[in-house]
């Protein structure tokens, strides 16, 4: 839930724990398609869907989908038929097509809803004590201590949206500051919370949306109501459509101005998120709605319904989000919030070239093709676009995600930062779990890290620069842990208690009694892994090993060395660490430097095979 559109629902509204995305694809013989589908389920993997899928009949996706497909044209889609059927990501009734690579989610999603019903042949049997069918859920409070007085103080109007867990409608204020006013009410029947978690996920979306505010790209929150039978959601009703619908409007893309202009408005709004510790886990092009049909309308942020909070330290590991826009580190179950930049990746991708980076006929190949294909460069338009802008995208979708570009990151990004000098970067959170990695590494990687700092280019120190800035260094151009805990509270908002980003700050207590200069934030606040990505990565690295053999370089026994790194006795540190110094002086090699400068953990060392 959480989309405040006014159109009807087209397969996008009323979110649910995993949506399957399913491309439409033209076809003479459409009618004949979907029963044959129907009869045989086995043969999704090489036949087209039809306007219903097989593994999911009560699903009508849009009839747009279309338009992002390789092998389909705009020009030759039949019309468009709103549908009163919307996506309802959590009631699958079918089991996932085996083998899909994530072939995981049919137990999660039973266990989540016990809405899954095993088939003739026994699949997607509810694990656990979930229970099946409409009458589950009798015995669970679904009391949420909301307000009882929505009649009071709202008048309802017309549907606008329509979901399998609820509905949409317009309403206005009956008095107030606000009398007279359009919003939109999710109104969500306490009859379809058929389990604890279900009504967990409602509790959560609400108290997300009440702790974020204050930006101007998130969908305005006024407050959430319950009466015996029904939950309503009341937020601001944004006019103007899904970012989607723009998209095809413009017939399948946009300009790279244009495209920068709306990217700009998703970075800093997520980048806004991230900050205060939550993670979206559904960005996509209908989950960004335009407030009015005006050309230049700010686009909002909507449908937290998957969302949740993540410590800075924390990993997530439950599958959620759309089959397309899915991170490959959510399919193997350990992810935080690098995973909704892959998300904006894939927007970008479509928003550039009008087709998507991974596609497929089924949802377990779409997988496949997150986890295992590289998206095309190659298909126009992308040789006619700039190499600033296909490197914003390449870095966005990375599939490692400690390499992939933060959303603050993004924003400084030559092809994003070349538009406008008016651009304010948000503060960046991986800041400061760098900096933490930083001031509990050895004096010997301290060394190698100020050694590889030096070796920035302009572009790499600007945003270091720009993160600097923004913790406001004193007079004297230093740090402290007072300047990093009044950037954060000039930010927060409630939504960091959630998610104990203060409670992270006691990792950098060592700032407690003393000053970091630039120099040295550099050096504390450096991804080495996003370094290792790009293309000018063994030139950094060489120069950086120059610097450190004049200055920090030293001859260092195996023994010492094991020290630096905190290994125990019982490690075989001689088995492990003899190709880290160099035989003929005893010096650090470069082979080492680079392992140093990763970090490399005493842990990963003792696994090291043999």
């Given at each position: 839930m959480g989309a405040c559109s006014s159109k009807p629902a087209t397969g996008s509204k009323f979110s649910g724990r995993y949506d399957i995305d399913i491309p439409v694809?033209?076809?003479?013989?459409?009618?004949?398609?979907?029963?044959?589908?129907?009869?045989?389920?086995?043969?999704?993997?090489?036949?087209?869907?039809?306007?219903?899928?097989?593994?999911?009949?009560f699903?009508?996706?849009?009839?747009?989908?279309?338009?992002?497909?390789?092998?389909?044209?705009?020009?030759?889609?039949?019309?468009?038929?709103?549908?009163?059927?919307?996506?309802?990501?959590?009631?699958?009734?079918r089991p996932f097509p085996p083998p899909s690579p994530a072939k995981h989610i049919k137990s999660v999603l039973a266990r989540r809803h016990g809405a899954v019903k095993p088939n003739n042949s026994g699949g997607a049997i509810p694990e656990g004590n979930e229970v099946s069918g409409s009458d589950s859920g009798s015995g669970l409070d679904k009391s949420f201590g909301f307000s009882k007085h929505f009649g009071s103080k709202y008048e309802v109007g017309e549907e606008v949206g329509r979901g399998h867990f609820g509905y949409t409608c317009k309403a206005k204020f009956k008095k107030g500051e606000f009398k007279g006013q359009d919003v939109a009410v999710k109104v969500i029947p306490k009859s379809k919370m058929t389990t604890a978690i279900a009504i967990e996920d409602v509790?959560?979306?609400?108290?997300?949306?009440?702790?974020?505010?204050?930006?101007?790209?998130?969908?305005?929150?006024?407050?959430?109501?319950?009466?015996?039978?029904?939950?309503?959601?009341?937020m601001e009703l944004c006019e103007g459509g899904e970012l989607l619908d723009r998209i095809l409007s413009r017939g399948g893309k946009y300009s790279e101005d244009d495209a920068k202009a709306v990217l700009i408005q998703i970075l800093n709004v997520v980048a806004?998120?991230?900050?205060?510790?939550?993670?979206?886990?559904?960005?996509?092009?209908?989950?960004?709605?335009?407030?009015?049909?005006?050309?230049?309308?700010?686009?909002?942020?909507?449908?937290?319904?998957?969302?949740?909070?993540?410590?800075p330290d924390e990993r997530l590991n439950d599958i959620v989000g759309s089959a397309y826009y899915v991170a490959p580190e959510v399919l193997?179950?350990?992810?935080?919030?690098?995973?909704?930049?892959?998300?904006?990746?894939?927007?970008?991708?479509?928003?550039?070239?009008?087709?998507?980076?991974?596609?497929?006929?089924?949802?377990?190949?779409?997988?496949?093709?997150?986890l295992k294909a590289d998206p095309s460069f190659d298909e126009v338009p992308w040789p006619t676009l700039s190499s600033e802008a296909k490197d914003f995208v390449k870095r966005l979708l990375n599939k490692d995600p400690r390499k992939r570009m933060t959303a603050a990151q993004a924003l400084?990004?030559?092809?994003?930062?070349?538009?406008?000098?008016?651009?304010?970067?948000?503060?960046?959170?991986?800041?400061?779990?760098?900096?933490?990695?930083?001031?509990?590494?050895?004096?010997l990687r301290k060394a190698a890290l100020?050694?590889?700092?030096?070796?920035?280019?302009?572009?790499?120190?600007?945003?270091?620069?720009?993160?600097?800035?923004?913790?406001?260094?004193?007079?004297?151009?230093?740090?402290?842990?007072?300047n990093i805990k009044g950037a954060l509270m000039k930010h927060a908002t409630d939504a960091m208690k959630e998610s104990r980003v203060h409670d992270f700050?006691?990792?950098?207590?060592?700032?407690?009694?003393?000053?970091?200069?630039?120099?040295?934030?550099?050096?504390?606040?450096?991804?080495?892994?996003?370094?290792?990505?790009?293309?000018?990565?063994?030139?950094?690295?060489?120069c950086a090993y120059e610097l450190f053999e004049k200055d920090g370089n030293r001859a260092i026994m195996i023994e010492e060395l094991a020290s630096e790194l905190g290994l125990s006795p019982s490690v075989p540190v001689h088995a492990v660490l003899h190709d880290w110094i160099r035989h003929t002086d005893g010096k650090l090699s470069f082979l080492g430097f680079v392992k140093l400068l990763h970090g490399v953990s005493s842990r990963a060392l003792t696994n090291k095979p043999q």
């Amino acid at each position: 839930m959480g989309a405040c559109s006014s159109k009807p629902a087209t397969g996008s509204k009323f979110s649910g724990r995993y949506d399957i995305d399913i491309p439409v694809k033209p076809d003479d013989n459409n009618n004949n398609t979907n029963k044959q589908l129907e009869e045989n389920e086995a043969e999704t993997e090489t036949t087209s869907y039809a306007k219903k899928s097989p593994f999911f009949p009560f699903y009508s996706p849009s009839p747009a989908r279309n338009w992002f497909s390789k092998k389909s044209s705009p020009a030759k889609s039949p019309a468009p038929t709103p549908s009163s059927n919307s996506t309802p990501r959590r009631f699958f009734r079918r089991p996932f097509p085996p083998p899909s690579p994530a072939k995981h989610i049919k137990s999660v999603l039973a266990r989540r809803h016990g809405a899954v019903k095993p088939n003739n042949s026994g699949g997607a049997i509810p694990e656990g004590n979930e229970v099946s069918g409409s009458d589950s859920g009798s015995g669970l409070d679904k009391s949420f201590g909301f307000s009882k007085h929505f009649g009071s103080k709202y008048e309802v109007g017309e549907e606008v949206g329509r979901g399998h867990f609820g509905y949409t409608c317009k309403a206005k204020f009956k008095k107030g500051e606000f009398k007279g006013q359009d919003v939109a009410v999710k109104v969500i029947p306490k009859s379809k919370m058929t389990t604890a978690i279900a009504i967990e996920d409602v509790r959560r979306e609400v108290k997300i949306l009440r702790a974020l505010s204050g930006h101007n790209n998130l969908v305005k929150f006024y407050d959430a109501y319950e009466d015996h039978e029904k939950v309503y959601v009341v937020m601001e009703l944004c006019e103007g459509g899904e970012l989607l619908d723009r998209i095809l409007s413009r017939g399948g893309k946009y300009s790279e101005d244009d495209a920068k202009a709306v990217l700009i408005q998703i970075l800093n709004v997520v980048a806004f998120c991230h900050l205060q510790g939550v993670v979206h886990r559904d960005l996509k092009p209908e989950n960004f709605l335009f407030t009015s049909k005006d050309e230049n309308s700010p686009l909002k942020a909507i449908d937290f319904g998957l969302s949740d909070f993540v410590k800075p330290d924390e990993r997530l590991n439950d599958i959620v989000g759309s089959a397309y826009y899915v991170a490959p580190e959510v399919l193997h179950r350990s992810y935080s919030t690098e995973a909704d930049v892959w998300s904006i990746g894939v927007i970008a991708y479509i928003l550039l070239c009008g087709s998507r980076p991974f596609w497929a006929r089924s949802e377990s190949g779409i997988f496949r093709a997150v986890l295992k294909a590289d998206p095309s460069f190659d298909e126009v338009p992308w040789p006619t676009l700039s190499s600033e802008a296909k490197d914003f995208v390449k870095r966005l979708l990375n599939k490692d995600p400690r390499k992939r570009m933060t959303a603050a990151q993004a924003l400084v990004h030559p092809w994003i930062r070349n538009t406008t000098n008016e651009l304010k970067v948000p503060l960046d959170i991986s800041i400061l779990r760098l900096m933490k990695g930083y001031m509990r590494s050895s004096a010997l990687r301290k060394a190698a890290l100020r050694a590889l700092s030096k070796t920035l280019t302009v572009d790499e120190l600007f945003y270091l620069k720009e993160q600097y800035s923004l913790l406001e260094p004193s007079k004297n151009g230093s740090i402290s842990m007072e300047n990093i805990k009044g950037a954060l509270m000039k930010h927060a908002t409630d939504a960091m208690k959630e998610s104990r980003v203060h409670d992270f700050l006691a990792s950098l207590s060592a700032l407690q009694y003393r000053r970091m200069d630039f120099e040295e934030f550099c050096a504390a606040a450096i991804n080495i892994y996003q370094l290792e990505a790009l293309d000018r990565w063994e030139q950094h690295a060489r120069c950086a090993y120059e610097l450190f053999e004049k200055d920090g370089n030293r001859a260092i026994m195996i023994e010492e060395l094991a020290s630096e790194l905190g290994l125990s006795p019982s490690v075989p540190v001689h088995a492990v660490l003899h190709d880290w110094i160099r035989h003929t002086d005893g010096k650090l090699s470069f082979l080492g430097f680079v392992k140093l400068l990763h970090g490399v953990s005493s842990r990963a060392l003792t696994n090291k095979p043999q």
